[in-house]
Each structure stands twice: as structure tokens, then as C-alpha cells.
């Protein structure tokens, strides 16, 4: 591998929606170590190590030696059952205040409605993943990194926002319940340095296509649902809703490319990560 995360001096922080959440203030852009790399973006902070859970022997066999097999958004979209199956990946609504509420400045109030699809409410200074998110994001490079590209339903007061789709790797940051074996596969891939696979991946799929951006972060579950006078807290591929999806505790590796249309799953040859790589049966 050309370059290692760890050397590249990324402080640890905690932010308002804990350790490893990709927002404003805990966003770190990677230098970059190769010239057909693209931009880096990692969350702060991220836990080791993390962990993958595979249906198959030979799945879990194949990645610890360098097989590395990356989904899709648009594949998560369609793909397998629920909570497997998640059709608004990568996607967020914005929705238009229609009344008056009490505040001064003369926009509705509402609390976060309960489980998914919270809110934010003008005044009200939640936390994220904790039934609200904090109101306001400022700075810190991102809107570089929100994403998506959307439409607006003026007749509804919402405007959507999606990304068309993007390569992905999806990881648990605890070590796995027999309850999520039971629904994402009973073979536990355990990554001791996730950054480095991180960087290796993206090496390795810079040299078959073009890339925009790489992420790594932990998922924010405040749902997909905003007002739009508030900025959404994060970008939006590492937003889910809390209810079905929070106990899951996913990071994700995220690659987006310029113009994707509908991308398929592939399969990265990259050697390195078998040291810091093992497998077991859960």
C-alpha cells in the first residue's frame, strides 16, 4: 500500500453525534498520496477495529486474502429484505415549513417525530442520533461532501435529494450480535487497521475508474427527513433512519464517481489487506 491513514496525523475528536460521525467539525481531508487518487474524507476518531459479516465460507476466505467484493447504493436499494434491504439509500427530503409557529422569526416548530425521519426544528438544539441533530453546521469543508443532486415538489413543500449511485463497503464497529449474524451472515471478517483497507480499496478501484470523492465514516441515524432553512448534518450516503437500521452501529466506505449511472458490484484485487485481515464463524 502507497500511503496509511495513521501516518497522516489525524487527531482523534468527539463530536456532538459521538466518535466517528462525518460532520463539519470532526472532518478530516486526507493529503493526497498519488496522483490518480481522489479527494479523502474521514470521519475522526473511528473505532478498531471493525468488522464485516458474510453469508459464505468462501466469501469471508476470498476477502481475507485480497478478494474484496464492494456493493452498490443502488444494489442495497433493491437487494435481499429488509433490514438488508434499504430503498432510500442515499437519499434525504427537505421539507418546506407551511405554518406559523411562535418562534421570532415566524417558522413552524416541531420536534423530532419519534424513530426515523427526524426533524429539525427552528429553536430546537437536539443531538444527533439521540432523537434530533444539532441545528447548524458551518464550515469545515462540507459542503464539498453533502452530495446528491435533487428536484423540488412545490405542490408538497419537499425537495429530494439522491445520489444516482456510488461504490460501498459497509462495516459494524461492535463486535457482532448473534442477532445481526443471524441477518447479515454467521462469518465475521474482523479489519484491525480500517484505514489502511480504506486507501488500499481506493488504490485499487482509481485504476479502473474515475473517482470524485472517498469517504469513510460511521452512519449519523437521524433520519432522512429535514426542514430545508437547516443544513443537512452530514453527507447524505451516511444518513439513516434510527429505527431497524441504528443497532446495526455501520461505517461505510463510500466512492463516488463523477457521472456513475447504475453501477455494478465488483471484485478488487488487493493483496495487502491479508495482514490485517482474519475470519471466524460466528
Not at 435481499?80 to 416548530?109: C, K, N, T
Not at 441515524?221 to 426542514?227: A, D, I, L, V
Request: net charge positive.
Amino acid at each position: 500500500m502507497k500511503a496509511s491513514i495513521d501516518s497522516f496525523g489525524v487527531q482523534a475528536t468527539t463530536t456532538s453525534s459521538g466518535p466517528g460521525v462525518l460532520e463539519a467539525n470532526a472532518l478530516a481531508r486526507l493529503p493526497v498520496m498519488s496522483p490518480e487518487l481522489p479527494a479523502l474524507f474521514c470521519a475522526r476518531d473511528l473505532p478498531v477495529p471493525m468488522y464485516r459479516l458474510v453469508t459464505g465460507g468462501e466469501h469471508a476466505r476470498g476477502f481475507v486474502e485480497g478478494r474484496v467484493r464492494l456493493s452498490t447504493l443502488s444494489a442495497c436499494r433493491s437487494e435481499g429484505r429488509e433490514p438488508r434491504r434499504d430503498p432510500g439509500e442515499g437519499s434525504i427530503v427537505l421539507r418546506r415549513p407551511l405554518g406559523i409557529g411562535s418562534d421570532p422569526a415566524g417558522r413552524e416548530r416541531s420536534a423530532p417525530s419519534a424513530g426515523g425521519g427526524q426533524r429539525a426544528a427552528a429553536g430546537w438544539d437536539g443531538r444527533a442520533g439521540q432523537g434530533g441533530f444539532e441545528r447548524r453546521f458551518d464550515g469545515g469543508g462540507m459542503d464539498e461532501v453533502r452530495g446528491g443532486h435533487g428536484h423540488h415538489h412545490p405542490a408538497h413543500g419537499a425537495a429530494h435529494r439522491r445520489i444516482e449511485d456510488a461504490f460501498l463497503l459497509s462495516l459494524t464497529v461492535v463486535p457482532p450480535s448473534d442477532e445481526m449474524a443471524r441477518t447479515f451472515g454467521r462469518y465475521c471478517i474482523e479489519i484491525r487497521y480500517p484505514n489502511d483497507l480504506f486507501v488500499a480499496l481506493t488504490e485499487a478501484l482509481a485504476r479502473h475508474y474515475t473517482l470524485q470523492r472517498a469517504l469513510f465514516s460511521r452512519v449519523n441515524y437521524c433520519g432522512r427527513e429535514f426542514w430545508s432553512e437547516h443544513r443537512v448534518p452530514g453527507h447524505i450516503a451516511f444518513l439513516k433512519p434510527q429505527d431497524g437500521y441504528a443497532g446495526q452501529q455501520e461505517a461505510r466506505m463510500l466512492w463516488e464517481l463523477p457521472r456513475p449511472g447504475r453501477l455494478r458490484p465488483q471484485v478488487l484485487q488487493v493483496p495487502d489487506v491479508a495482514s490485517i485481515c482474519r475470519f471466524y464463524r460466528i
